[in-house]
């Protein structure tokens, strides 16, 4: 009876997780907080990877930042570099994917689109792209919470926002049933 009921919840999973469904999506919040800074930039992000792991599509909303240097007076605020780095929250790590200084998506999939202070960034990592490493091989940390974007500004070189990526919540969902999908696919 066990062993039928058993079956049954690993049908379901298998189902729920056919190849029908949508790559896991990543989320950050970019914030002044997580860099130390104070800043009151702030911005968004949605990731979502591909079902077969080898493409991360990514777009980026910054606000309060000035991208292109002509949205106000200063230069302090003027954006330097933009990246994902490879650490847990509260370390500084190295860079796995630039957008700016430098730019890693070297197959033209990078947009940006500066409206005063606000700036959205689009890419995809894929194939072989990353500064030192693929998305193939950072797959493990952006699984287990170790990447973060982080922009630098003439004011803050280090980082003037960082924001950690973490799973959406419905792919949290979709990382626990893979793993009943692995303890299924052993009892059964």
């Given at each position: ?9 690993c ?18 919040s ?12 702030t ?144 009892r059964v």
């Amino acid at each position: 009876m066990k062993a039928r009921i058993l079956a049954g919840i690993c049908a379901g999973v298998v189902l729920a997780t056919s190849p029908a469904r949508a790559g896991l999506k990543f989320i950050a919040s970019l914030d002044g907080t997580q860099s130390g800074t104070g800043s009151s930039a702030t911005g968004s992000a949605a990731l979502e990877l591909s079902d077969d792991k080898t493409a991360l599509s990514i777009s980026v909303t910054v606000e309060g930042l000035d991208f292109d240097g002509s949205a106000t007076f200063g230069t302090e605020d003027n954006v330097t570099a933009f990246h994902i780095h490879r650490a847990k929250a509260g370390v500084v790590g190295p860079v796995v994917f630039g957008f700016i200084s430098p730019n890693s998506d070297t197959n033209g999939q990078f947009n940006m689109d500066v409206n005063g202070l606000t700036t959205t960034i689009t890419s995809v990592w894929d194939g072989v792209e990353g500064n030192g490493t693929t998305l193939s091989d950072e797959i493990s940390n952006l699984l287990s919470e170790g990447l973060y974007f982080n922009v630098h500004t003439n004011s803050n070189p280090g980082g003037e926002i960082r924001g950690q990526v973490t799973p959406e919540p419905a792919s949290l969902t979709l990382l626990g049933i893979g793993g009943l999908v692995v303890m299924c696919r052993r009892r059964v």
